[in-house]
Structures are given as C-alpha cells and as structure tokens.
C-alpha cells in the first residue's frame, strides 16, 4: 500500500491494484511520458 498528496486537498491511496483519490478540488497537473512521473 502507498500514498500521498495528490492536491492541495486531496490525497490518493494505491492498495491491492486500485487506485483511489479522495477530496476535492483539483489534481495536480503530472507529465505523463513515462510512468516515473507520476506517485502511483
């Protein structure tokens, strides 16, 4: 199991091959080209 903060109010939580993300407001912008950019 991992997490973190995604946002200024959110938070995310990666367990058993799901990826959850509670709160509200907006996500951090992540760069996607290659997976080693984003937490999860």
């Given at each position: 199991?991992?997490s973190?903060?995604?946002?200024?109010?959110l938070?995310?939580?990666?367990?058993?091959?799901?990826?959850?993300?509670?709160?509200?407001?907006?996500?951090?912008?992540?760069?996607?080209?290659?997976?080693d950019?984003?937490?999860?």
């Amino acid at each position: 199991m991992t997490s973190g903060k995604c946002g200024r109010n959110l938070t995310w939580l990666f367990k058993d091959g799901t990826l959850t993300i509670s709160g509200q407001g907006y996500i951090y912008d992540y760069y996607c080209e290659d997976d080693d950019d984003t937490p999860w």
